[in-house]
């Protein structure tokens, strides 16, 4: 099987490059922000809360995006391994996703970081916001979105760093350079 999660700041292009990589390798995609985001638009009680949390820029807690993660994996069958698109976000998650991995005897096999400069990322978030109408797309939240992710999921690199599982792709190119980035880094770890 083949295991991978997508990696980058909001705005580098997860979702546009999951697409394609789920239908290249027969992977069911597991973005976390497509879950919460159902989830919201349900108006479940949890889908209340997340919207609350989502709309300030900050994260959920890792409790519910591991259970929200744990029922999609259970719910796939059939396919050649998963892309966790979102996920994880922080330090404890990628344990937990570890721990999970390692019980189906399918580790995590790369973690591909998607590089994009600053300046673009806001470009793109602030274009997106306009095209979607999302209303967690705007100046001040996306620029507290960017700490978050500073603060809390950049160092979900290091952790794969250490395993030897971290590679990294230039994103300010083609949707199309992008992909062909990825798909040889996943042709080597496969």
Same mark, same amino acid.
């Given at each position: 099987? /083949? #295991? $991978?999660?997508? *990696?980058? %700041?909001?705005?580098?292009?997860?979702?546009?490059?999951?697409? @394609?990589?789920?239908? @290249?390798?027969?992977?069911?995609?597991?973005?976390?922000? +497509?879950? $919460?985001?159902?989830?919201?638009?349900?108006?479940?009680?949890?889908?209340?809360?997340?919207?609350?949390?989502?709309?300030?820029? !900050? &994260? /959920?807690?890792?409790?519910?995006?591991?259970?929200?993660?744990? #029922?999609? $994996?259970?719910?796939?069958?059939?396919?050649?391994? *998963?892309?966790?698109?979102?996920?994880?976000?922080?330090?404890?998650?990628?344990? $937990?996703?570890?721990?999970?991995?390692?019980?189906?005897?399918? %580790?995590?096999?790369?973690?591909?970081?998607?590089?994009? %400069?600053?300046? +673009?990322?806001?470009?793109?978030?602030? !274009?997106?916001?306009?095209?979607?109408?999302?209303?967690?797309?705007?100046?001040?939240?996306?620029?507290?979105?960017?700490?978050?992710?500073?603060?809390?999921? &950049?160092?979900?690199?290091?952790?794969?760093?250490?395993? @030897?599982?971290? *590679?990294?792709?230039?994103?300010?190119?083609?949707?199309?350079?992008?992909?062909?980035?990825?798909?040889?880094?996943?042709? +080597?770890?496969?």
């Amino acid at each position: 099987m /083949l #295991n $991978i999660a997508l *990696f980058g %700041p909001p705005g580098a292009g997860k979702g546009t490059q999951a697409k @394609k990589i789920v239908e @290249k390798y027969n992977l069911a995609h597991l973005s976390t922000g +497509e879950m $919460i985001r159902k989830e919201i638009a349900e108006g479940s009680d949890f889908g209340k809360m997340a919207a609350g949390i989502i709309n300030k820029g !900050e &994260l /959920l807690s890792d409790e519910f995006v591991v259970a929200l993660i744990e #029922n999609s $994996i259970e719910h796939h069958k059939n396919v050649d391994g *998963f892309l966790f698109d979102g996920f994880p976000r922080t330090v404890r998650q990628a344990e $937990i996703l570890d721990e999970m991995l390692a019980k189906t005897g399918h %580790p995590l096999s790369a973690l591909v970081s998607i590089d994009v %400069p600053h300046d +673009e990322l806001m470009r793109r978030m602030l !274009e997106r916001a306009k095209i979607e109408g999302r209303a967690d797309d705007n100046e001040e939240v996306i620029e507290n979105r960017f700490r978050e992710y500073r603060a809390k999921t &950049l160092p979900v690199a290091d952790h794969y760093k250490v395993q @030897k599982k971290h *590679f990294s792709v230039n994103g300010h190119g083609s949707v199309d350079d992008v992909f062909e980035s990825i798909t040889k880094i996943l042709e +080597e770890v496969r």
